[in-house]
Nanobody, 122 residues
Framework: QVRLVESGGEEVQAGDSLKLSCARS??????????MAWFRHLEREFVAAING?????TVADFAKGRFTIYRDNAEDMVYLEMNNLKPEDTATYFC????????????????WGRGTQVTVTS
């Protein structure tokens, strides 16, 4: 069973930067066999995704130019670097994992963390 634990969420001011982390453990495959993604809000709005060997990644339109997803397979970690945060970025951010195919829909992902809260004040 794959386990995902997010961290790094906190309250910040508009314009600030924040880096979220997701630690992956368990499962029968090595890290490079899992695509990883970040979603936000309970309704699982897509934020960003990255494939197993980091050769492909994508971010949502609202995140382009501000958010970056990257991973460290040696450490079984995935990160979401967020810059120029806005109050509308306030949300619970969830880490998700799936098989090799990288998707942007919640149903593309089989494993989920419990989320980390990001609050952006104006």
């Amino acid at each position: 069973q794959v386990r995902l634990v997010e961290s790094g969420g906190e309250e910040v001011q508009a314009g600030d930067s924040l880096k979220l982390s997701c630690a992956r453990s368990g499962g029968v495959f090595s890290s490079d066999r899992y695509s990883m993604a970040w979603f936000r809000h309970l309704e699982r709005e897509f934020v960003a995704a990255i494939n197993g060997d980091s050769t492909n990644s994508t971010v949502a339109d609202f995140a382009k130019g501000r958010f970056t997803i990257y991973r460290d397979n040696a450490e079984d970690m995935v990160y979401l670097e967020m810059n120029n945060l806005k109050p509308e970025d306030t949300a619970t951010y969830f880490c998700a994992a799936a098989g090799p195919r990288m998707g942007s829909k919640p149903w593309d992902y089989h494993y989920w963390g419990r989320g980390t809260q990001v609050t952006v004040t104006s």
